[in-house]
Structures are given as C-alpha cells and as structure tokens.
C-alpha cells in the first residue's frame, strides 16, 4: 500500500477503442506520490471473480508472488500458465491481464516507474526484472520463496503501521524482494560480461525517451541528441546493456503497440498505422509483417 496515503490511484477513463491505463486496476480516485504498494491478492481478485480484465499501467511495474493456487496470465498476445510458488512479473505499458483460480493466495506488489529508474541507475543489472512480462516458477527455490514472502509481509507492515523510518525500511524490504529475483533469474540464465557502469542509466533513459517519442518517426541521432550521448554511446550502451541495437529496442516499441491495439481495440488496421505516426498504411503493414512475420489482419484474426 503506499507509503504517504494507503489509497489506490487511476489513470484515467480510456477513450473509447482504446486499451484502459490504470494506476492500480479498478480505482478511481486521485494520484498520490509513492513508490511502492502491496496488497493481498485476494483483496481485488476475490470482488472480480478472480478474473482481471486486460488493462495496463503506463507507470509502474507489478509482481505477483503467488503463494497457493493457478491461473493464467495473458501479456500482450501471450498466454503463459503459473501455479503456486509462482512469481509474476509485469513491466510498465504491457497490456496484461490475469484468470486464477479461486482462493489463490499471494501478494501483489507495485513499484513506481520512478522508482525503477532510479534503482537502475545505482546497479544497471536491475532492467533485467522489467525487460518482458515472466512467469518464474519457485517450486524448487524455496529459498527464494520464503524470502519474498517474508519480506512482502515486513514491507506491509511497515507501510500499514508508519513507524519510525518506515520510508528507509521500505526501500530495504523492497530492495530485498528485487535482489532475490534478480538473482533467481541470473541463476537460469547464461552468465553474461558485466555490465558497465552509468550504461544502465542510458538505456533507461532511452528507454523513457522512446516511450514518449515512439510514435513520432525519430531518427536514433536525434534520440542520441535528446540524451546528450553520441549515437555510437548509445549503441555501446544497448549492446551491453540489453543485447540488441538502438533501432532494435524503438521498432520493438512500435510493434508492441501495433500488436495490442490489434488485438485489444475496435480500430481498423489504417487507424492504428495513423496513430503510430506512418504517413502509408500500407507501409505500415509491410513494416508489421518484416518484423513479425505475418500481415496485422492475419495476426488479428489469429488472436480470435
């Protein structure tokens, strides 16, 4: 729950085609400054028939640690399966959308964007954790299991009592909850070159920056402008950071977009080419189908 006032926050009513933003799914009332929430899982699923409308958050993260029951977790067009000890990761932007099954049990956590930046800019290897939505399964990490369930139930106490330096005591359990994952999931993964530092901060912010710009038909240099690094720094850092080139992480962008107001909104495929900023909608759908190997009328109608 946040820190400064235990009260959920909303978005803002879509406009009508358009996928719902949400603060936190449901609520109407105003912002608050905060960077962490938790609640129980139970506390919105179980009003909601344990079904949660696809929707997303434009400034925030969640992770879902389920502690006992299953369901299925649509992200964008994927549908991915979890059961208990599971933990899911959702990143900013992601349309995403939940079904358990009833009386699952577990915790829900929410971390400001803000927040994220800032935690990425102290040890780049955190943009792990929002890179994609996951599904990580603890079944045989009960280590890691215990430790984010102990640490999400000391950080809602902290947040519902407001004891002293509860805001330091926060940051600490959250911290703790982060660290775990990000070593669970470095764990499973090949063992990568570290990465150096302040490459972290470029990418996040280039990263912020394409969120607002995607849809404006930049060229990287002016993206490299904006960030006040060269464009071979910029690509230095993206290789390092995430693997892939500059261009790479904006058309990624895009494609995300084309694909949820595809499967999610009632425009045609010209409005939304128009609403991604192409001047052709038949550019548009060449440019769907060389990155995603199918033309955007076929990729809806495959999602039916």
């Known amino acids: 729950m946040p820190l400064t006032e235990r009260k959920n926050t909303f978005a803002g009513a879509a406009a009508p085609g358009e996928i719902p933003r949400y ?6 009332s105003s912002a608050s400054t905060w960077f962490v929430n938790v609640e129980p899982l139970a506390k919105r699923c179980r009003e909601t028939g344990w079904y949660i409308a696809p929707h997303s958050h434009p400034h925030f993260t969640q992770i879902v640690l389920v502690r006992s029951g ?8 994927r549908t991915l ?17 939940f079904k358990y099954a009833e ?6 956590l929410t971390i400001a964007e803000s927040h994220q930046r800032a935690l990425v800019g102290r040890a780049p290897e955190f943009e792990t954790l929002w890179k994609t939505s996951r599904v990580l399964d603890l079944g045989e990490a009960p280590k890691a299991f215990n ?22 005591a ?24 570290p990465v150096p530092r302040g490459h972290g901060a470029v990418v996040a912010q280039f990263k912020d920056l394409i969120e607002r710009r995607y849809r404006e038909g930049w060229p990287l240099q002016r993206f490299a402008d904006e960030l006040n690094v060269s464009y071979a720094a910029l690509r230095s850092a993206c290789m390092n ?8 992480l904006v058309h990624d962008r895009i494609i995300v977009e084309a694909k949820r107001n595809l499967i999610y909104s ?14 052709d909608p038949s550019y548009f759908s060449r440019f769907f189908t060389k990155q995603t190997g199918e033309r955007p009328a076929a990729f809806r109608q495959s999602q039916k």
């Open 170 to 193: 926060a940051e600490a359990y959250l911290t703790a909850i982060l660290v775990t994952l990000l070593r669970e999931i470095g764990s499973r993964q090949a063992s990568a070159e």
């Open 81 to 97: 399966e979890f059961g208990n000890h599971s933990v899911l990761i959702v990143p900013p932007h992601v349309v995403h959308g």
């Open 241 to 248: 950071v995430i693997g892939e080139p500059p261009i790479k």
């Open 103 to 108: 009386d699952s049990d577990g915790w829900v």
């Open 147 to 168: 430790i984010m369930n102990e640490a999400l139930l000391q950080l809602d106490r902290e947040l519902d009592e407001g004891a002293a330096v509860a805001v330091v």
């Open 70 to 77: 299953s369901g299925t977790m649509k992200a964008d067009e």
């Open 266 to 279: 009632d425009m045609s495929v010209a409005q939304i080419a128009y609403w991604l900023g192409f001047e």
């Open 23 to 28: 603060f936190l799914y449901g609520d109407d």
